[in-house]
C-alpha cells in the first residue's frame, strides 16, 4: 500500500475532532496515512519523527505542515524539568513520546520563566527564523532524494484559511477550525499539490456528512462518529 507521511501540529493532530489527515485517509483509501502531528509541536520534534521515518519513505507523499518557528520541544532526559512542566499552566498535560521511545514536551506558547528565557536569551527571533529556513531545505532536499513528492505549507497558512467569511458561521470557536474547514483545506489547497487521485462520489458524500455532524469539540464520542461516517461510506461503496 502506497504511504503518506503528514507532519504537523494541533491543526492536524485531530484532538478536537477529525482534522485534515484523518479526513485526508477516508478520501485516499488507498493510501496508509501516517500521521505523527503533535499539539504544539514545535519545528524539532516535528523533523526529528522525520528522520525516524526516513527509511520507509521512498517513493511516498509526505505533507508538512509548519508550525510556527517560536515554539520549543523539550527532550526529556531526565527529572530536572519535571517541576517546570507539571507548574506550566497550559501545557503540563502535553508530553508526548515519539516513534523511538523519546518523551517530548512539547511546550508551544507556554509562559513559564524557563521557556522565555530560552526564546529570550538563548534562541531569539533570528536564529530561530533561520533554523527553520534550513530544516526546511533538509527536509526538502531528503524527499527528493527518496522520490517522494513532498507538498509544504504552515499553521499559518491553515489559520488564515480557517478566518475566511464564508466559515464563519462553520469555524466555531475553537483555536483549531471545525472538520468541514479542515475538508475544505484539504480539498482546496493540499490535494492539488499531490498525485492523489480522489473519487468524486466520495468526496461528496464525505462533505454531506460532515455538515450533516454537529460537531463538539472535545466531545468523549468523537471517535465513534468518526468510525461510523467510515462505516457509512464503505457501506455505500462496496
Known amino acids: 500500500m502506497k504511504k503518506i507521511y503528514t507532519f504537523g501540529d494541533g491543526f492536524a493532530s485531530g484532538h478536537i475532532w477529525p482534522e485534515w489527515p484523518q479526513i485526508l485517509q477516508t478520501l485516499a483509501p488507498e493510501y496508509q496515512v501516517i500521521n505523527t502531528a503533535g499539539i504544539g509541536a514545535g519545528t524539532e520534534f516535528l523533523v526529528s519523527g522525520f528522520v525516524d521515518l526516513v527509511d520507509a519513505m521512498h517513493d511516498s507523499i509526505v505533507i508538512f505542515q509548519w508550525p510556527t ?4 520541544d523539550k527532550m526529556i532526559q531526565d527529572d530536572s524539568w519535571q517541576n517546570i512542566i507539571a507548574n506550566d499552566p497550559t501545557y503540563h498535560f502535553n508530553v508526548n513520546v515519539d516513534a523511538q521511545g523519546r ?3 512539547l511546550s508551544s506558547a507556554s509562559t513559564v520563566q ?4 530560552y526564546h529570550s536569551l538563548y534562541v531569539q527571533r533570528s536564529q530561530r527564523n533561520r533554523r527553520q529556513q534550513v530544516y526546511q531545505t533538509l ?7 527518496l522520490d517522494c513528492q513532498i507538498v509544504h505549507t504552515s499553521t499559518l497558512l491553515a489559520d488564515t484559511f480557517s478566518q475566511d467569511n464564508r466559515f464563519r458561521s462553520t469555524r466555531q470557536t475553537q483555536v483549531q477550525p471545525s472538520p468541514i474547514v479542515h475538508f475544505y483545506w484539504l480539498i482546496e489547497q ?10 468524486q462520489n466520495l468526496q461528496k458524500e464525505l462533505e454531506l456528512l460532515i455538515n450533516q455532524t454537529l460537531w463538539i469539540p472535545y466531545d468523549p464520542d468523537r471517535e465513534s462518529i468518526w468510525s461510523d461516517i467510515n462505516a457509512k ?3 455505500q461503496h462496496l
Open 69 to 72: 518557528a517560536k515554539r520549543f
Open 103 to 105: 518523551k517530548w514536551w
Open 114 to 117: 524557563e521557556v522565555q528565557d
Open 139 to 145: 527536509v526538502s532536499q531528503t524527499a527528493a532524494n
Open 190 to 199: 493540499i490535494i492539488p499539490q499531490t498525485a492523489i487521485a480522489v473519487d
Open 233 to 235: 461510506l464503505k457501506q
